[in-house]
C-alpha cells in the first residue's frame, strides 16, 4: 500500500467538554491541526496517492464547519441553551458545530467519517483516508484510525 500525508494547521476553535471535572467543562479554544493519511494500492496516472493539490473541498470544509467555531456534544445538557443564546444575541456570539464527542479523539473520528467519503469520490473509489490526527495547540494529538480488518 502507498499512503501520503497532508496537515491542514493554525484552525482555531472551540470546544466544551461538559463531563469534564476541570477547567475543560468551559467553553475553551485551541489552535487545532489536521492531518489526514491517506492511501491507495495503485497511485494514480502521475504517480499520486492523492493530489494535494485537489485537496481544496477538504480545507473548504474544515473552513466552513470548524474555522473560529464552537464545538459542543451532541448530549450537552446545556446545548439547547448555548444555542439560544447564541441565537437571542442577533449577532451569532459564535459559530456551533454539533458532534457525538468533542474530545480530541471524538473530533477525529468525527472528521474521519465526514472526510473519507469524500476522499473516495474525489479519487473514484481509488484512494481511502487511512487515519485523521488532530493536534490541539501543537502540545496535545489524539488518532482516529479505524480497524480495516
Known amino acids: 500500500m502507498f499512503t501520503c500525508k497532508k496537515t491542514y494547521a493554525d484552525i482555531p476553535f472551540a470546544h466544551r467538554q461538559h463531563r469534564h471535572d476541570g477547567h475543560c467543562a468551559q467553553i475553551h479554544g485551541h489552535n487545532w491541526s489536521f492531518t489526514f493519511t491517506f492511501g491507495c494500492e495503485e497511485l494514480d496516472e502521475c504517480g499520486f496517492v492523492v493530489d494535494f493539490g485537489k485537496l481544496k473541498p477538504i480545507k473548504a470544509w474544515i473552513d466552513e464547519n470548524l474555522d473560529h467555531a464552537c464545538v459542543f456534544n451532541e448530549d450537552d ?9 447564541n441565537e437571542a444575541s442577533g449577532c451569532k456570539v459564535y459559530q456551533p458545530y454539533v458532534v457525538d464527542l468533542c474530545s480530541s479523539e471524538g473530533i477525529a473520528r468525527h472528521v474521519f467519517k465526514v472526510i473519507n467519503p469524500k476522499v473516495k469520490d474525489m479519487t473514484g473509489g481509488r484512494a481511502f483516508l487511512i487515519s485523521v490526527e488532530v493536534v490541539e495547540d501543537s502540545r496535545n494529538s489524539a488518532t482516529y484510525e479505524p480497524d480495516r480488518s
Not at 445538557?77 to 443564546?85: E, F, S, T, V, Y
Request: proline share 11%; no cysteine; net charge negative.
Open 77 to 85: 445538557p446545556l446545548l439547547a441553551d448555548i444555542l439560544a443564546i
